[in-house]
């Protein structure tokens, strides 16, 4: 069984640029989202490379959905069911096109320890959020957390992309921005 396990944390200033080993533009729409986080992502993924060349647009289709559990620890909250395919660029597009939220972002890939660390700067309606994602290798693996990591956000259902996409951070209030530490 497929698990992604993050935690997930704002981020404040920009100590993370100088651990930058890769960028990838990103733009993703949602096919479906229901109640119990069930959700079916079309993204498409282009790479950047520091000598200014580009690769070629690559897509995929992500079904993301909570694991079947007995248990409702902090620990399992961090983990979720990922089934990621490839698929053809055009499909990509087409179904982006079908999709009725949307949103785009500049990941960064790090080179830090303790996990796979990226971090996600998103633009148009959702500027200037900018997060940090800790992929883990399962739920209580220690990570060291960066000192321009504030508030832990993981399983704040309302700063998830499909969140995101369906009511982007522009549509916030101030006191909702306050309440998640914007």
């Not at 693996?141 to 309302?158: D, K, L, M, N």
Request: net charge negative; aromatic share 6%; glycine share 6%.
């Amino acid at each position: 069984m497929p698990l992604e396990i993050e935690r997930r944390f704002l981020v404040t200033g920009d100590g993370w640029r100088q651990h930058i080993r890769s960028q990838d533009s990103l733009r993703q729409g949602y096919l479906m989202a229901d109640q119990q986080g069930t959700v079916l992502r079309v993204r498409i993924s282009q790479s950047e490379f520091p000598s200014g060349e580009a690769s070629m647009p690559r897509a995929w289709l992500t079904l993301k959905a909570t694991p079947p559990s007995g248990g409702v620890s902090s620990a399992e909250s961090l983990s979720r069911l990922e089934f990621d395919y490839a698929i053809p660029h055009q499909d990509g597009i087409e179904l982006l096109a079908l999709s009725s939220h949307q949103l785009s972002k500049i990941r960064y890939g790090l080179d830090l320890r303790d996990g796979d660390w990226v971090v996600d700067v998103f633009d148009a309606a959702n500027a200037p959020l900018v997060v940090a994602e800790v992929e883990l290798l399962h739920p209580d693996q220690i990570v060291s957390i960066p000192p321009w990591c504030s508030a832990e956000v993981s399983g704040r259902h309302e700063l998830s992309n499909a969140a995101l996409a369906a009511r982007p951070l522009q549509q916030w209030s101030a006191a909702e921005r306050a309440s998640v530490g914007l």
